[in-house]
């Protein structure tokens, strides 16, 4: 079957497209030294894990030769080498810590270990001569690596990368404080500082950002990494930071914060608007808004208008397929103050035909469509760096395998690709995508089908798939391309230790393992993603209780100790709390299966009793009710909100909405709008500093009809009745 889809898509999703979003580092401004390093730090901590095994895909993109993707530039030495050739060889590639791991002593120790921000491909010889030495001038020079100088206990890179050294390294400690078991990393002045959680030496790293600024190659470093793990790199977008953490600059006298962008999704044609609160010692005599369609090319310019001290202007609609990169500029007279260069990219109107992986497959051997180009959709089911595999919809014949060098797209990605179908040695897959489009992220997988080892067949190529009390038959991998053995009794299957997650299995234990079921050189197996995709089996044993906690007044998290099944974990039904609270809906996490959110009626400050039931894990296990105590200790909104006011208009709206309040301190703020059916059809995030506040609400994706607005603080919600007549 083909659908005829026309719809909005969200944002293109490449390495190209990505930079630093608006209003990254929205509360930075007007700080500096550890105040400015704890705010960088809740803004890049909690970053998305992968592991160390993963690394290598990952500088595949990160630190890719510009002249020739197959390759990657070797920190220290310069050379441009083929992207797969590690090993302990003299001139095979290494990933060196550049805040070496014994500073810490965080080996094999997650997040830090396998953190890719201060991972850089390196010459195998040349990483074991720079060992874990400090960094500083001075030695012998190397001769493998003209430029780079050691002495017994300090390292000297070549001057091209003296900045995007001291820059990890300010990284680290500003990242890694001490917050939840992680190590507390520190730069001092001196050197020979193994084995303390040390780096040095500060005064050297300080001229060497300022010696060696960010440059493209650096900046798409960031870039990929940031699209990966979901963090950047600060001092790449902001140098300037370093020397107001660790030296003795200020703050600038002039600059923008809490800066947005509305739309924030703009698609092809659409007009945006830029806001930002200026700070300044006096009256400003101009502010301008400097936009253009590359990095280093913003030759328009916009008179900024105020209101109430926020600033606007607007950027007129552009063609799809378009990146557009912006910066604020003020100026009172004496002083002139800027922002980052953030970009938006515009998102095209897809009007093709969408033809469904169900009908790319055709419920045969070989893909009716082999030789087409088509267009199709689905939810990423497992990410491998070059390929990956899309599904739509749980069950056989719904997943495809797409090779795809150009784009890294993440599991919970729902996409739009178009590309040729191909037989591949008995395999359908896509290749050579002309069209690559991103609609939304973090999306529930489909649920994994459970199959038996010895039932790998056409129907679930490409398909998410569980087997259950699998026994290891063959442990190993290593001599077997990385593939291990398990079989339930029905017949052996192989379960890949993939570039992105390896396991180490034990012969003649059994497992429940999960993942894509893939099909190359003539075998089955399942592609592991995840540390969830192989768990000890058979699993027999009910889902419990974690944790009940109050987040808000209208929002309970209960934390589980295994994966559930959503169709019990999201049902209301299973959940009643005492006194007259009212539970209104169950959301699962997206990607933490074990995390459901419970939308609830008001609470106030007192004990409460919940009681939950029915709820399975992923084999089907079912709880025995379980009846929990938490507590609601909440504020008034008033805390948050000046007269605890919000205004709304207009109301009826039509494709914008604006909400005008002001904040006495700097706090989160969410917002919801579910419609007459009690769906949630639109939700934002916003982290704000004190002050007035004036937020751009997209109704455009809503038809017209009666909603409700919800307006969530850290200490209380208000609702609102919102009307759309368009």
Not at 549 to 575: G, P, R, V
Request: proline residues 4%.
């Amino acid at each position: 079957m083909k659908i005829r889809l026309i719809l909005m898509i969200l944002g293109l999703w490449s390495l190209q497209a990505i930079a630093q979003p608006t209003g990254y580092y929205n509360g930075t401004g007007g700080k500096t030294g550890d105040e400015l390093k704890t705010v960088l730090n809740g803004i890049i901590e909690g970053h998305r894990q992968y592991s160390y095994f993963a690394s290598k895909t990952i500088m595949k993109f990160s630190d890719a030769d510009p002249t020739n993707p197959n390759n990657v530039i070797l920190v220290y030495t310069g050379r441009s080498q083929a992207n797969n050739e590690y090993g302990t060889g003299a001139d095979e590639i290494n990933r060196e810590h550049v805040w070496a791991k014994s500073h810490g002593n965080f080996n094999e120790v997650p997040p830090m270990f396998n953190d890719v921000h201060n991972l850089k491909p390196a010459d195998a010889s040349v990483n074991t001569l720079r060992s874990n030495k400090d960094f500083d001038n001075g030695g012998t020079e190397v001769s493998e690596a003209p430029g780079c100088f050691t002495t017994s206990d300090t390292w000297e890179p070549r001057d091209a990368v003296k900045g995007d050294i001291a820059r990890i390294i300010f990284y680290m400690a500003t990242r890694y404080e001490g917050n939840n078991g992680e190590r507390d990393l520190k730069v001092v002045d001196y050197v020979n500082t193994y084995p303390a959680p040390e780096m040095g030496k500060l005064s050297t790293l300080l001229a060497w950002n300022q010696l060696d600024p960010p440059d493209d190659f650096e900046r798409n470093r960031n870039n990929v990494i940031f699209q990966w793990q979901e963090n950047r790199n600060p001092f790449i977008d902001h140098p300037e930071f370093v020397d107001m953490i660790w030296g003795t600059a200020s703050a600038p006298d002039i600059y923008a914060d809490n800066v947005h962008q509305s739309p924030k999704n703009p698609r092809e044609e659409e007009m945006v608007t830029i806001s930002a609160n200026m700070h300044g010692p006096t009256a400003f005599t101009s502010v301008k808004l400097y936009w253009g369609t590359s990095y280093d090319s913003l030759s328009n310019e916009v008179e900024m208008t105020s209101g109430k001290g926020v600033y606007t202007a607007n950027i007129g609609g552009q063609a799809g397929q378009t990146n557009i990169f912006y910066k604020i500029v003020a100026t009172d007279g004496n002083n002139t103050g800027e922002s980052i260069i953030y970009n938006y990219y515009v998102a095209p109107i897809f009007n093709g035909t969408i033809t469904t992986i169900y009908d790319i497959q055709g419920q045969q051997e070989e893909s009716p469509f082999a030789g087409q180009t088509v267009s199709t959709t689905g939810i990423v089911t497992g990410a491998f760096g070059n390929n990956y595999f899309l599904q739509d919809g749980a069950g056989a014949w719904n997943g495809l395998f797409i090779y795809d060098a150009n784009h890294a797209p993440q599991i919970g990605d729902s996409i739009i690709v178009t590309g040729l179908i191909k037989e591949y040695y008995g395999k359908t897959e896509m290749t050579d995508l002309s069209v690559f489009y991103h609609i939304s992220s973090n999306n529930t997988l489909p649920e994994p089908t459970l199959i038996n080892t010895g039932d790998g067949g056409e129907e679930w190529e490409s398909v998410l798939v569980r087997v259950n009390n699998a026994v290891c038959t063959d442990a190993e991998y290593q001599s077997n391309y990385y593939m291990w053995q398990v079989n339930d009794g029905s017949g052996d299957l192989a379960v890949h230790n993939t570039n992105i997650f390896e396991y180490e299995p034990v012969k003649g234990d059994a497992y429940k393992v999960t993942g894509p079921l893939n099909f190359d050189f003539d075998e089955w197996k399942i592609e592991l993603r995840l540390e969830t995709d192989v768990q000890a089996a058979s699993d027999i044993v009910a889902p419990e209780v974690v944790s009940v906690e109050a987040t808000n007044d209208s929002t309970l998290k209960i934390s589980f100790n295994e994966a559930l099944s959503a169709a019990t974990a999201e049902l209301a039904a299973n959940y009643t709390i005492d006194q007259g609270v009212e539970v209104k809906g169950a959301n699962m996490h997206a990607i933490q299966t074990n995390l459901v959110y419970l939308k609830i009626s008001n609470l106030s400050n007192g004990d409460y009793n919940i009681t939950i039931k029915g709820v399975t894990d992923l084999a089907g296990n079912e709880m025995e009710e379980t009846e929990m105590t938490f507590s609601w200790q909440g504020s008034s909104i008033d805390e948050i909100l000046s007269n605890g006011s919000l205004e709304m208009y207009p109301n009826p709206a039509t494709s914008q909405m604006k909400l005008k309040f002001e904040t006495i301190m700097n706090t989160n703020v969410t917002v919801f709008i579910y419609n007459n059916k009690g769906q949630k059809v639109y939700a934002a995030e916003e982290m704000l500093q004190s002050g007035e506040q004036l937020l751009n609400i997209d109704l455009e994706q809503l038809s017209d009809g009666l909603y409700l607005l919800q307006f969530n603080t850290e200490s209380g919600s208000i609702s609102k009745k919102l009307i759309i007549q368009k």
